[in-house]
């Protein structure tokens, strides 16, 4: 069974540093990923989706996120976090053909000014 | 337009109680889901709607009821609900369910069960 595991349920960071997110995915076929935001007492926004076409995917709001094959991962990044990045990010996976999303646990981001 | 709409967006009932959630979306998908969310917690999948027809019922105790009446229409009904079904509950869409387009999450439906 495919699984998602994101590393960290908390992250810290200063406005203007980077921001790291770890997603590591469990399968054995590459799997369609996704990156989603959820502002507080909203739906899920996609920031990024990573499909086979291209290994460093460029999202909105200036994140992109790598697919490492080799390492199972599809880390996200930020290079200069602003405070409206203050939310919930969920890292999913779905097989190749097919429509049923696996979430990680998620990794909220705070700001600080 | 990558909007998807519920209503309404916040829900208080009672154990006793029969009401709906609504979900519209008018971007042409052919797939609707409804996910359940608990506080700090990822959505957990509760049904697929492929071409209007259910394709996945993740195990959804029968009082939740889903209906896709049309191809932008999905329903979540519900009846004698616990406390514990209080939660966010989103409905997304997806360009073709035989494939894995990315899903468009609407703002949810915050219900409260007393």
């Known amino acids: 069974a495919q699984s998602v595991t994101q590393l960290g349920s908390h992250v810290s960071v200063s406005e203007g540093a980077l921001v790291l997110l770890r997603c590591n995915y469990s399968?054995?076929?590459?799997?369609?990923l996704f990156w989603y935001v959820q502002y507080p007492n909203q739906g899920l926004q996609l920031l990024l989706k990573?499909?086979?076409?291209?290994?460093l995917v460029k999202g909105i709001n200036g994140f992109e996120a790598e697919f490492k094959k080799s390492e199972t991962s599809f880390h996200l990044t930020k290079p200069s976090a602003h405070m409206s990045d203050a939310a919930e990010y969920f890292c999913?996976?779905?097989?190749?053909?097919?429509?049923?999303?696996?979430f990680g646990g998620g990794t909220r981001v705070l700001v600080k000014p | 337009d990558t909007e998807v709409t519920q209503t309404p967006k916040h829900l208080v009932m009672g154990m006793t109680n029969k009401k709906s959630l609504k979900c519209e979306q008018h971007?042409?998908?052919?797939?609707m889901y409804w996910y359940k969310q608990k506080a700090k917690k990822p959505p957990e999948l509760m049904f697929v709607?492929?071409?209007?027809?259910?394709?996945i019922n993740e195990s959804v105790p029968s009082r939740f009821s889903p209906e896709c009446p049309n191809s932008s229409l999905l329903n979540l009904h519900l009846h004698a609900l616990q406390p514990e079904d209080s939660a966010l509950y989103l409905c997304?869409?997806?360009?073709?369910?035989?494939?894995?387009?990315?899903?468009?999450f609407g703002p949810g439906t915050r219900l409260t069960v007393t």
């Open positions: 399968s054995s076929v590459p799997p369609y």
């Open positions: 709607y492929s071409y209007e027809k259910l394709s």
């Open positions: 971007m042409g998908h052919r797939a």
């Open positions: 999913a996976a779905s097989k190749a053909a097919g429509n049923k999303l696996t």
């Open positions: 997304a869409s997806s360009q073709d369910p035989t494939a894995s387009y990315e899903q468009y």
């Open positions: 990573y499909t086979s076409a291209a290994t």
